[in-house]
């Protein structure tokens, strides 16, 4: 069973400070992605790596950067949190190439900026 | 620009009803579409997906979703809701560059 684990469920931070949110996953996937999830607008897509040191632009970069130095793990940072950062985030992975290549979800980290 | 636009926002229905969810997309390629939910407090999780054939595609929980490509629709039905499909929907593209496009999203709420 495909596992997408994300390292806190809830956080809250004051505006300034430097947030990193961890994902993890156990399947071998070569592709990661993050997300931000608001009411009204769905998942947007911040930022996904398709290989250990590789990372893309999404649709909504501004405010955010990545790290993969290991395949399993993923992490997304705000270097410096504002309170329009306030959302949900999703980390999710899949296989790279073709066929069925759904994406697995990890539970969501609800941040909250202060 | 490859985008997906889902109609409804918020539905409200009893049980027993039949669940129309609509979904449009814009891509002019071959497309993966998926439907995708998450309940209350849980992962999102995959309902169902189609990627070519029978365009008819039947998912888990008793959920299918029709592809037509003249409309540009892939739209999510279920006969009979029940209490328990309560959650969020959002349909999703994934068009040439591998990406998921997600919709807006629907809030489905079932009374008992």
């Known amino acids: 069973d495909v596992k997408v684990t994300q390292s806190s469920r809830y956080l809250v931070k004051r505006t300034g400070e430097k947030v990193f949110l961890e994902c993890v996953q156990d399947?071998?996937?070569?592709?990661m992605f993050w997300y931000r999830q608001d009411p009204g607008l769905g998942l947007r897509l911040i930022y996904f790596?398709?290989?250990?040191?590789?990372?893309e632009k999404g649709d909504i970069p501004e405010g955010y950067s990545v790290s993969r130095e290991k395949k399993e793990r993923f992490s997304l940072i705000l270097e410096s949190a504002s309170t329009n950062q306030t959302s949900m985030y999703l980390c999710?992975?899949?296989?790279?190439?073709?066929?069925?290549?759904?994406?697995?979800f990890g539970p969501g980290t609800r941040l909250t900026v202060t | 620009a490859q985008s997906v636009s889902q109609h409804n926002h918020h539905v409200i229905l009893s049980e027993a009803a039949s669940l129309e969810l609509g979904c449009n997309y814009s891509?002019?390629?071959?497309?993966?579409l998926f439907w995708y939910v998450q309940y209350p407090g849980q992962h999102l999780q995959l309902l169902l997906k189609?990627?070519?054939?029978?365009?008819l595609v039947k998912g888990i929980k008793g959920f299918e979703a029709e592809f037509i490509k003249s409309k540009f629709s892939f739209n999510l039905r279920k006969p009979s809701v029940q209490w328990s499909d309560t959650a969020e929907y959002f349909c999703?593209?994934?068009?040439?560059?591998?990406?998921?496009?997600f919709g807006q999203g629907t809030t489905l709420q079932v009374k008992p």
């Open positions: 999710a992975s899949t296989f790279l190439g073709q066929g069925t290549t759904e994406q697995y």
């Open positions: 399947m071998d996937h070569e592709n």
């Open positions: 790596s398709y290989d250990v040191k590789m990372k």
């Open positions: 891509y002019g390629g071959t497309v993966n």
């Open positions: 189609y990627f070519s054939g029978d365009p």
């Open positions: 999703a593209l994934r068009g040439n560059t591998g990406k998921l496009i």
